[in-house]
Every structure is written in structure tokens, then in C-alpha cells.
Nanobody, 123 residues
Framework: QVQLVESGGGLVQAGGSLRLSCVAS????????MGWFRQAQGKEREFVAA????????RYADSVKGRFTISRDNAKNMVYLQMNSLKPEDTAVYYC????????????????WGQGTQVTVSS
């Protein structure tokens, strides 16, 4: 059974940067598509970014395109989300997600979720 643990969240001012990390235990991540989702208070969980098992293909939500970068280090069993030019509307709990299939997956397709890490962007 794979477990995902996120870290790197915190409080940052608008315009600042954060890097989220997700480490997996119990299984190597190299065979799986990975992604990040977020859930703001009172809202549904939404897709942020995803990448293929090799890391060669990525996709992003329009709201973060050009500001966020997803990457992975399969040797370390890690996935990252570099977040730049943060905005108050980026405030949410961010979740790491694993999918056994394509990197074109939605929250309904996720096989394993992390516990989440809070990101708060002040104006």
C-alpha cells in the first residue's frame, strides 16, 4: 500500500514562492502518473497539475499555467510543485495524488491521496 506525504506548505505574501514536496513510501512512483489538486475552504477539490510517469508530459490548470511547475524525481520517489507569483486565490489545502493510468486524470480517478498541506497567501 503506497502512502503519500506532502510538505512545504505555509504562509507567504502575494507574489512570493513556495515549493511543495510529496514523498511516497511503500511503492516506487516511477510507474505512475502523479498530480496535485487543491481545495479551498467551502469549495470543491480542483485539479492543479499532473505529469506522466516519465515526467516528460505535463498539464496544468489554466489558473496556474505559467506560474506553477510540476516535476518528479523517480530516484528519490518524490514529486514537487514549484509555485511562483502566488496570489491570494491560490490559498487552499494542496494534495498530492497518484493515478495508475494516464496523467489526464481527474479527482475521481485518483487511486491514492496524500493528507494535504496548507498554503496561505496573504494580500
Amino acid at each position: 500500500q503506497v502512502q503519500l506525504v506532502e510538505s512545504g506548505g505555509g504562509l507567504v505574501q502575494a507574489g512570493g514562492s513556495l515549493r511543495l514536496s510529496c514523498v511516497a513510501s511503500g511503492r516506487t512512483l516511477s510507474s505512475y502518473a502523479m498530480g496535485w489538486f487543491r481545495q479551498a475552504q467551502g469549495k470543491e477539490r480542483e485539479f492543479v497539475a499532473a505529469l506522466s510517469s516519465s515526467g516528460s508530459s505535463t498539464r496544468y490548470a489554466d489558473s496556474v499555467k505559467g506560474r506553477f511547475t510540476i516535476s518528479r524525481d523517480n530516484a528519490k520517489n518524490m514529486v514537487y510543485l514549484q509555485m511562483n507569483s502566488l496570489k491570494p486565490e491560490d490559498t487552499a489545502v494542496y494534495y498530492c495524488a497518484l493515478n495508475h493510468g494516464s496523467y489526464y486524470f481527474t479527482s475521481r480517478d485518483v487511486d491514492t491521496w496524500g493528507q494535504g498541506t496548507q498554503v496561505t497567501v496573504s494580500s
